[in-house]
């Protein structure tokens, strides 16, 4: 039995679109399903003819994609559409398609690879006995490789970088926040400035000397740390630089000689709670409010 019907469903980090003879019913004659579809804010994939779905809710336009051999005729019927045929799957960054069914095996062990790590997918392709390595090809047929970064303290002459990082990591939950929330999100240079003053700020640099992740820590009492604004380029998640830039600034908060470490979540950043539950972050039960928005503490011994 389903956990909820699809008006009451809560904001989702990822929907997997399956397809089968069902899919261009839905098409035709189910307008509830396409506009589920069409409000996600999250990665939506399609595995099969799922991906008329796609097209029909209009998540395909002006992008490149494939489905079932079978149904690729049916997909071209959609003129915003670049067809790819003889692929496994095709990625974009928000939205991706596969074929017939293994297919759909791997593009899920792509999006593993993309968004937990490259060792991760390999345990798990290695549990399912799973042969084959097309997950392992990028979009565009050149091999996935761990992205090569460095972690450092920011400076004043990183702010542009850093808000620009802000803004790319948050702009898919602009529409989740309210303004007020979202502006104290994503900062501004003041807010940036007086952030800078009184609390450490790290930064993860790219091989082109991009800033492509950030993070706030500071001390707020003898024994207490408090994390503020982690944010990770979309393109960069599921590299491992979210667990670089926490263990840098637990390291921090560490020489400082705090004995917790906390942070405040919100609904929205789901993902990001899952993240820091699997780094031993347990909710502390004191909730509050910034801008209309709920808040929920978490808190870590260190």
């Known amino acids: 039995m389903p956990d909820c019907i699809l008006q009451e469903a809560p904001a989702l980090d990822l929907l997997i679109v399956p397809g089968g003879l069902g899919a261009r019913t839905h098409v035709r004659e189910n307008p509830q399903i396409l506009e ?10 399609s595995v099969c003819t799922g991906a008329l779905i796609l097209a029909a809710a209009g998540m395909l336009d002006g992008l490149s994609a494939t489905t079932h051999h079978s149904s690729l005729d049916l997909l071209r019927e959609y003129g915003q559409i670049t067809i790819q045929e003889g692929t496994r799957f095709v990625m974009h960054e928000r939205v991706a398609t596969s074929a017939g069914v293994t297919a759909g095996i791997d593009l899920a062990l792509a999006l593993v690879a993309r968004e937990w790590g490259h060792s991760v997918a390999e ?9 084959s390595t097309s997950w392992k090809q990028a979009p565009w047929g050149k091999p996935l490789q761990q992205p090569t970064f460095s972690i450092r303290r920011a400076t004043m002459n990183d702010s542009g970088g850093i808000l620009s990082c802000l803004r790319a990591a948050f ?35 790219s091989a082109a000397r991009e800033i492509v ?60 709670v899952r993240f820091y539950e699997k780094r031993g972050f347990i909710k502390s039960g004191r909730e509050s409010d910034l801008f209309d928005m709920r808040l929920y503490e978490y808190v870590k011994p260190l």
């Open 36 to 45: 589920f579809v069409r409000r996600q804010r999250g990665t939506v994939v």
């Open 123 to 131: 345990s798990v392709a290695a549990n399912l006995e799973w042969e």
């Open 213 to 272: 992740g950030t993070i706030a820590c500071h001390t707020v009492s003898p024994d207490e740390g408090r994390l503020r604004g982690m944010a990770v380029r979309p393109e960069w998640q599921g590299t491992g630089l979210a667990a670089a830039l926490l263990h840098a600034a637990e390291t921090e908060l560490r020489k400082n000689q705090c004995k917790r470490i906390t942070l405040d979540t919100t609904d929205p950043l789901r993902r990001a």
């Open 171 to 205: 702009e898919r939950y602009e529409s989740s926040y309210t303004r007020g929330a979202y502006e104290d999100t994503v900062l501004t240079p003041e807010s940036l400035q007086k952030r800078l003053d009184v609390m450490s700020i790290f930064v993860a640099i």
